[in-house]
């Protein structure tokens, strides 16, 4: 594990990364899920793509990198380039899961690699619905202390900044940015997926115009027993483009 100092629009962040392969001249990008951590991604790629140096990032504020401030996603997408600059990462490759794929979408690389990627505003049950109410309504009344109990399990457990940062990018719409990503983009998805749904993964794939999109067994971290398919997949298209 290393850690690169990143100063951006005078904020200060410490990004815990990791690179396999790294005498390798291509680069393949891998960016985590909200709440998540590089190692997850290392578990599912790490033994795949040989011919790539594998960079995995702590997103800020996760893992073993820090974050302080209030951020959306589209900070997050700054930080990362930044980052990438500076260590000279080439954007051959990016590939990201759920939240970290509305990151690898702003970064335009020149292959796109979407896993359950967040970005699609779902239309919430009325379950969820009767306790973003009875919560607002509470905190009101003053109960402010009682958010654990009524917020998804994303939100949970959170510093009031990183929470705060939840609630931006859990409501951005990035079907526009969809549409403006102009690149090669594979779209993986798990059939099971509920956190975010496979008519999400459908719909991304009409905004994204060359883009391909596949179906696989499995939930939100169907990637985990799929990375093999998935790895190959990459490495045709990309020897293609």
């Given at each position: 594990?290393?850690?690169?100092?990143?100063?951006f629009?005078?904020k200060?962040?410490?990004i815990?990364?990791?690179?396999?392969?790294?005498?390798?001249?291509?680069?393949i990008?891998?960016l985590h899920?909200?709440?998540?951590?590089?190692?997850?991604?290392?578990?599912?790629?790490?033994?795949?793509?040989k011919?790539?140096?594998?960079?995995y990032?702590?997103?800020?504020?996760?893992g073993?990198?820090d974050?302080?401030?209030?951020?959306?996603?589209f900070?997050?997408?700054?930080?990362?380039?930044k980052f990438?600059?500076?260590l000279?990462?080439?954007?051959?490759?990016?590939?990201g899961?759920?939240?970290?794929?509305?990151?690898?979408?702003?970064?335009n690389p020149?292959?796109?690699?979407?896993?359950?990627?967040?970005?699609?505003?779902?239309?919430?049950?009325?379950?969820?619905?009767?306790?973003?109410?009875?919560?607002?309504?509470?905190?009101?009344?003053?109960?402010?202390?009682?958010?654990n109990l009524?917020?998804a399990?994303d939100?949970?457990?959170?510093?009031?900044?990183?929470?705060?940062?939840?609630k931006?990018?859990?409501?951005?719409?990035?079907s526009?940015?969809?549409v403006?990503?102009?690149?090669s983009?594979?779209?993986?998805?798990g059939?099971e997926?509920?956190a975010?749904?496979l008519?999400?993964?459908?719909?991304?794939?009409?905004?994204?115009?060359?883009?391909?999109?596949?179906?696989?067994?499995?939930?939100?971290?169907?990637?985990?027993k799929?990375s093999?398919?998935?790895?190959q997949?990459?490495?045709?298209?990309?020897?293609r483009?």
């Amino acid at each position: 594990m290393a850690i690169r100092n990143i100063h951006f629009e005078n904020k200060h962040f410490k990004i815990s990364y990791d690179i396999i392969n790294p005498s390798n001249k291509k680069d393949i990008v891998f960016l985590h899920g909200w709440g998540s951590n590089k190692e997850i991604m290392q578990i599912g790629f790490k033994d795949d793509l040989k011919e790539f140096r594998h960079i995995y990032i702590d997103l800020m504020g996760f893992g073993k990198s820090d974050n302080s401030y209030i951020l959306n996603t589209f900070d997050y997408a700054k930080i990362v380039e930044k980052f990438l600059n500076e260590l000279k990462i080439k954007k051959n490759i990016i590939c990201g899961h759920s939240f970290g794929g509305k990151v690898a979408t702003l970064l335009n690389p020149q292959l796109l690699i979407l896993l359950s990627s967040a970005g699609i505003i779902e239309e919430k049950p009325w379950s969820i619905k009767l306790k973003i109410s009875t919560f607002k309504f509470l905190k009101k009344l003053g109960f402010t202390n009682l958010r654990n109990l009524f917020i998804a399990n994303d939100g949970k457990n959170l510093s009031e900044n990183m929470y705060e940062t939840f609630k931006l990018v859990v409501d951005e719409d990035f079907s526009q940015s969809f549409v403006k990503h102009k690149k090669s983009t594979l779209i993986f998805w798990g059939i099971e997926d509920k956190a975010t749904t496979l008519k999400s993964g459908e719909k991304i794939n009409k905004l994204i115009e060359n883009s391909q999109f596949f179906t696989l067994d499995g939930d939100h971290y169907f990637f985990l027993k799929q990375s093999n398919f998935i790895s190959q997949k990459i490495g045709e298209i990309y020897g293609r483009i």
